[in-house]
């Protein structure tokens, strides 16, 4: 598709008919007073109370949206956008699309993406629940901070923002529910792209029934996509913490019962050490294989991990075998000492101390082997496919109906 036009405003649509028509025009015309060559895209995802031509007659273009869904409507616009850059907004007339201004401004200067901050620029009473204000918004937002280091991103889902079509186009965004906005920031800060924020408004939305938006199911959404996108710090970082205090301990209680001031911990405590242990492997693991997931698949750009470099299946597979090895080896001296008392009852706390790092090293060395298949597995690279070849009787019927017409 041609792109011969500077800004896009994208506007996803779903039976909007009550407030479409003063968005398209407040945006019409705020593009000719900046003197922008641009247009207003409607993504219709499937209206039946007359917006789409509600939203010709003001002066947009329509595009038919086929996938269901917030993330589903703007996929659409942006891959039918005209405009070098595109600002997506909503069709519920609660965000200022008449000063795009600092949004246009800020993508000239060459900034991949730029964020509204609605906290501030100004929310109007009434235009945002309490709920969302002052729990949902600021804690995703500090989430999305925390996990991603986005810094600069202070309301990570207002729905008013601009970024530059091609680099957002590169990341192949693919949520089609609400969560697509929590896709667009974090695929573009895991890319490495430039992001910015400008003050925005929002005030009530003029609309007579509810939004669309589902607090607790679409707040869910975007928490669940957070979590997932950062296995560094929702599995890998806890893995290493839990894997070395688990770790030590497993190690002294093998020794004997551990005082700690006035508690003393014993066999009960090794128990729940040596689990710790294998939990603690499985964590480890789990993140490797989702960072190898996100590297394979061109989510992230995670090179450089030192625990990616043990993901391999050579790697966990020699790990394995020494440590199932070694649970052989405890387990045969365990039977020994069994036998030496002619299999009869021996007293638990002569042999668990044996027993229990035994099968926690076989355990922890079998999932160390399958892990490694798993990780071959993500990492498995297939040859394009070429083209089936053409024949020379295709070539002749080809041009015989060539010849025919």
């Given at each position: 598709?041609?792109?011969?036009?500077?800004?896009?405003?994208?506007?996803?649509?779903?039976?909007?008919?009550?407030?479409?028509?003063?968005?398209?025009?407040?945006?019409?015309?705020?593009?000719?007073?900046?003197?922008?060559?641009?247009?207003?895209?409607?993504?219709?995802?499937?209206?039946?109370?007359?917006?789409?031509?509600?939203?010709?007659?003001?002066?947009?273009?329509?595009?038919?949206?086929?996938?269901?869904g917030y993330g589903?409507?703007?996929?659409?616009?942006?891959?039918?956008?005209?405009?070098?850059?595109?600002?997506?907004?909503?069709?519920?007339?609660?965000?200022?699309?008449?000063?795009?201004?600092?949004?246009?401004?800020?993508?000239?200067?060459?900034?991949?993406?730029?964020?509204?901050?609605?906290?501030?620029?100004?929310?109007?009473?009434?235009?945002?629940?309490?709920?969302?204000?002052?729990?949902?918004?600021?804690?995703?937002?500090?989430?999305?901070?925390?996990?991603?280091?986005?810094?600069?991103?202070?309301?990570?889902?207002?729905?008013?923002?601009?970024?530059?079509?091609?680099?957002?186009?590169?990341?192949?965004?693919?949520?089609?529910?609400?969560?697509?906005?929590?896709?667009?920031?974090?695929?573009?800060?895991?890319?490495?792209?430039?992001?910015?924020?400008?003050?925005?408004?929002?005030?009530?939305?003029?609309?007579?029934?509810?939004?669309?938006?589902?607090?607790?199911?679409?707040?869910?959404?975007?928490?669940?996509?957070?979590?997932?996108?950062?296995?560094?710090?929702?599995?890998?970082?806890?893995?290493?913490?839990?894997?070395?205090?688990?770790?030590?301990?497993?190690?002294?209680?093998?020794?004997?019962?551990?005082?700690?001031?006035?508690?003393?911990?014993?066999?009960a405590a090794l128990?729940?050490?040596?689990?710790?242990?294998?939990?603690?492997?499985?964590?480890?693991?789990?993140?490797?294989?989702?960072?190898?997931?996100?590297?394979?698949?061109?989510?992230?750009?995670?090179?450089?991990?030192?625990?990616?470099?043990?993901?391999?299946?050579?790697?966990?597979?020699?790990?394995?075998?020494?440590?199932?090895?070694?649970?052989?080896?405890?387990?045969?001296?365990?039977?020994?000492?069994?036998?030496?008392?002619?299999?009869?009852?021996?007293?638990?706390?002569?042999?668990?101390?044996?027993?229990?790092?035994?099968?926690?090293?076989?355990?922890?060395?079998?999932?160390?082997?399958?892990s490694g298949l798993?990780?071959?597995?993500?990492?498995?690279?297939?040859?394009?496919?070429?083209?089936?070849?053409?024949?020379?009787?295709?070539?002749?019927?080809?041009?015989?109906?060539?010849?025919?017409?």
């Amino acid at each position: 598709m041609n792109q011969n036009l500077e800004v896009t405003v994208l506007l996803p649509c779903l039976n909007e008919a009550e407030t479409l028509a003063v968005c398209v025009t407040k945006a019409v015309k705020c593009l000719e007073e900046l003197g922008v060559e641009g247009e207003v895209l409607v993504s219709d995802n499937g209206s039946t109370d007359g917006s789409q031509e509600i939203a010709v007659q003001c002066g947009a273009r329509v595009v038919n949206a086929p996938i269901r869904g917030y993330g589903g409507a703007l996929i659409a616009g942006i891959e039918n956008a005209r405009g070098k850059y595109v600002i997506m907004g909503d069709a519920d007339d609660s965000y200022d699309l008449g000063n795009l201004g600092p949004f246009i401004e800020k993508l000239r200067a060459g900034h991949d993406v730029v964020m509204g901050n609605r906290f501030r620029g100004g929310i109007a009473p009434g235009a945002m629940p309490a709920l969302h204000k002052y729990l949902g918004n600021p804690v995703l937002s500090w989430l999305g901070r925390k996990l991603f280091g986005l810094r600069d991103v202070g309301d990570f889902h207002c729905g008013l923002r601009g970024f530059n079509r091609d680099r957002i186009r590169e990341l192949d965004l693919c949520m089609p529910g609400m969560e697509f906005a929590s896709e667009l920031v974090v695929r573009a800060a895991l890319a490495g792209y430039d992001l910015v924020e400008v003050p925005t408004t929002l005030k009530p939305d003029g609309r007579s029934r509810p939004p669309h938006l589902r607090t607790w199911r679409d707040g869910w959404r975007h928490l669940r996509f957070l979590l997932v996108f950062a296995p560094g710090k929702t599995l890998v970082g806890p893995g290493v913490l839990l894997f070395l205090l688990s770790l030590v301990a497993t190690v002294a209680l093998t020794a004997g019962p551990v005082t700690i001031g006035s508690v003393r911990f014993d066999l009960a405590a090794l128990v729940y050490a040596s689990l710790a242990l294998l939990a603690s492997v499985q964590l480890l693991l789990f993140g490797g294989c989702a960072k190898l997931y996100g590297r394979a698949n061109g989510l992230t750009k995670d090179t450089g991990s030192r625990l990616l470099s043990l993901m391999r299946l050579e790697v966990l597979l020699g790990i394995g075998a020494v440590l199932l090895l070694g649970g052989l080896v405890g387990t045969g001296f365990a039977v020994s000492i069994w036998s030496s008392a002619d299999f009869a009852d021996l007293r638990p706390e002569e042999i668990i101390r044996v027993v229990m790092p035994s099968a926690t090293a076989m355990a922890v060395g079998i999932v160390c082997v399958f892990s490694g298949l798993l990780a071959s597995l993500l990492t498995l690279r297939t040859a394009p496919r070429k083209p089936p070849a053409v024949t020379e009787e295709e070539i002749l019927a080809e041009a015989a109906l060539e010849l025919g017409a």
